[in-house]
């Protein structure tokens, strides 16, 4: 059985990500900051939750700890949580305001990577699927033909390229373990203001795809759902 864990799972791209991978037979774990929240999406798609805020030590220390004595190991990681902060003219924008984007999208996968490394360690086959952007893509966002090139948000496609190099690193540093990175495409979500056109099933392709392609797969990987990015 392919043990799961998914932060920020009890909405939008998390969740249908959760529900994907229930139906293909995996034992599914939900991360999530709020409680009730996490609870009721855990129930709604039979799996459990597992309180997890990316941006505290001690918050990830507990989750890490709490599927230690369940189920003792993982599989499959997949880093989802993500915040959008300031969007436009950042002629006003503060260090703080990116700090605060960078801490949940790069800084708390490295909590959450660093304190699950373990559990991961354990399984025969262990994968990191980490949920970047097209907007964190230089290619993508020169491309006139392309939505990520009329949106202007420093702040958060400044932490998605961070989040697509971090796991290029991390690909490198750990050659037993499969670390790719997933663009969702532009989806309707919370984040956006459910302005994108895609469903969180389409969005939820490459995430599932990266999460379920098995043994003999590349890492340090760039995919969206039409297939390699780079
Ligand atoms: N939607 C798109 O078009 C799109 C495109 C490319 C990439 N992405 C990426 O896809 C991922 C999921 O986004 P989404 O579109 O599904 O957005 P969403 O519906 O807003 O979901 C974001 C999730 O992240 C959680 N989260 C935020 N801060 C957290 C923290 N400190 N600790 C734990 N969880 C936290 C949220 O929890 P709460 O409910 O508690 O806030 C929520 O569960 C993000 O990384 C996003 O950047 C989205």
Not at 25 to 30: A, D, K, M, P, S
Not at 115 to 134: E, I, K, T, Y
Request: proline letters at 5%.
């Amino acid at each position: 059985m392919t043990i799961t864990f998914i932060t920020g799972a009890n909405k939008g791209l998390g969740y249908e990500t959760a529900r994907r991978l229930v139906e293909h037979g995996h034992t599914v774990l939900i991360g999530a900051r709020d409680p009730r929240a996490g609870e009721t999406a855990a129930e709604q798609l039979g799996a459990r939750f597992v309180p997890i805020d990316v941006t505290d030590d001690a918050s990830v220390a507990a989750a890490a700890a709490d599927v230690e004595r369940h189920e003792g190991a993982i599989d499959v990681l997949i880093n989802n949580a993500g915040v959008q902060g300031p969007m436009g003219d950042p002629s006003g924008l503060t260090g703080d305001e990116v700090l605060d984007v960078l801490n949940v999208n790069v800084a708390g996968v490295v909590r959450v990577t660093t304190a699950f490394l373990p559990l991961l360690r354990r399984s025969a086959d262990p994968v990191v699927v980490n949920v970047s952007s097209g907007m964190g893509d230089l290619a993508a966002t020169r491309d006139p033909a392309r939505a990520e090139s009329r949106v202007i948000a420093p702040a958060y496609t400044s932490s998605k390229a961070a989040l697509t190099m971090l796991t290029s690193q991390y690909a490198k540093a750990f050659p037993g373990i499969r670390v790719n990175a997933a663009d969702p495409g532009y989806t309707a979500t919370d984040l956006n203001g459910h302005t994108g056109p895609q469903t969180v099933t389409e969005g939820t392709d490459a995430i599932v795809q990266l999460a379920t392609e098995g043994p003999g797969h590349g890492t340090g990987r760039f995919v969206d759902r039409r297939g390699d990015v780079g």
